[in-house]
């Protein structure tokens, strides 16, 4: 006898255990009642077409907590009229693992219709999830409206050394950001766990399972004390990943022209955009530090960029780097501190990209910044030589105006 489960049942019991497990409600029987009421009810007014005003949270159990139905109009531009046509009932769809091949976040409008979440802060803790928001490269790309739906929905989670946040191949949840804390990232390797990166005091992790539908890829652990700002999966997906098909459209024509990445697969160059944030900085801006500490990888959208050594205290331009060339990757590569200072000529975008999808995405482009990077020594030890003849300006070409030097 087969018995058919219900389309979606499987989605509506995760769903309902993740808020469980987030509220810890004393009593999750009335719990329960409450949040299916909830939802009846936001289903019932959707069905409707009555007003999207906040309504009581089904999460009622933490204080505070608010879910709101999205406003249709707010989520709605151009193109995107047709598929959202209100209203609609939420209908919950099965999560299977996608590949990002097959990846088409308009297949899934359903999710994107769910309720608005919003999470009410303290001025003191939208400070400061602001600050730790502030470089986040998936949030680059948000319009303001978008942004402020992120930060509303965010919520606060202190952590204590050894506690795992997430589990390799367990279903996505959330997407963090770190606000403080130290934390291990662990992969399995021939069924052995192996420490393969950390993140120190800043970034962003859990994005992948969430964009792509997939499990999560790597375990992370905490290995201090610290603070996470957790996004749901909803609104990740609702918010995110549908700013990253508008970011491929975008960017598609552009990185195919980028001769460092002719050697990926075009999906992997769309992956490579998923995790990309624009970045502009103006006249003379300094967009590295040479002695930093690095985290990111830059590509030049538009505009020049020019790096400069500092020996001595004597300023030296060993490259300019402009519409398609890239920089920022010695450091990354080498494991060491930056070995020049990055400034902007005139108004400057990059794309930006951190240290851990550089380490994921960028693998087959290794060996040519490697070859690249075999140069540098070459070509800086022939500039100091020009320098002390003082024939700098007699010189042939520019190093570094085909390839970055640092
Ligand atoms: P996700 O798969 O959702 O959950 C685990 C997270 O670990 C993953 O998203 C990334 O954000 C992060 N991560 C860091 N380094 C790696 C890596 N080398 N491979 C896969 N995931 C990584």
């Given at each position: 006898m087969s018995i058919e489960i219900p389309a979606g049942l499987e989605d509506l019991l995760v769903r309902f255990t993740v808020e469980v497990l987030r509220n810890q409600p004393r009593d999750p029987l009335d719990f329960a009642v409450q949040y299916f009421q909830r939802l009846n009810q936001n289903q019932n007014q959707n069905r409707g077409g009555g007003s999207s005003e906040s309504l009581p949270s089904p999460t009622a159990a933490r204080p505070g907590a608010v879910v709101s139905f999205t406003e249709p109009d707010a989520e709605r531009s151009g193109e995107e009229d047709e598929e959202l046509v209100a209203p609609v009932a939420i209908r919950f769809t099965r999560r299977v693992s996608v590949s990002a091949e097959t990846y088409?976040?308009?297949?899934e409008d359903e999710e994107l219709r769910e309720p608005r979440i919003v999470h009410p802060k303290t001025d003191e803790q939208r400070q400061r999830l602001q600050e730790a928001c502030k470089h986040i490269l998936l949030f680059k790309n948000l319009d303001a409206e978008q942004m402020s739906q992120v930060l509303d929905a965010m919520f606060e989670r202190r952590v204590e050394v050894g506690e795992l946040i997430i589990e390799q191949d367990d279903d996505g949840d959330n997407f963090y950001v770190i606000e403080r804390g130290t934390f291990s990232i662990y992969m399995k390797v021939d069924g052995l766990e192996r420490l393969v990166g950390t993140y120190n005091n800043r970034g962003s992790f859990g994005e992948l399972a969430l964009m792509y539908?997939?499990?999560?890829?790597a375990t992370i652990i905490t290995t201090s004390a610290g603070a996470l700002w957790c996004l749901d999966r909803m609104t990740f997906r609702r918010i995110i990943v549908r700013n990253n098909a508008k970011k491929r459209k975008l960017y598609e024509a552009f990185v195919e022209s980028v001769p460092l990445l002719e050697s990926l697969q075009s999906v992997e160059r769309m992956k490579v955009v998923d995790v990309l944030g624009c970045q502009t900085y103006s006249d003379g801006e300094r967009i590295i530090a040479q002695g930093d500490s690095a985290d990111c990888f830059y590509i030049v959208e538009s505009g020049q960029v020019r790096i400069v050594l500092n020996k001595k205290g004597a300023e030296t331009e060993i490259a300019v780097c402009s519409r398609g060339q890239y920089f920022g990757e010695l450091a990354l590569i080498t494991n060491k501190p930056r070995a020049a200072s990055a400034y902007a000529v005139g108004t400057v975008k990059c794309l930006v990209m951190d240290v851990q999808a550089f380490e994921r995405l960028l693998g087959p482009c290794k060996d040519i910044m490697k070859r690249n990077i075999a140069n540098y020594e070459e070509q800086l030890a022939r500039l100091f030589e020009r320098d002390v003849d003082g024939h700098t300006e007699t010189a042939g070409p520019r190093p570094g105006t085909s390839e970055v030097l640092r």
């Open positions: 088409n976040p308009d297949d539908n997939t499990q999560r890829a």
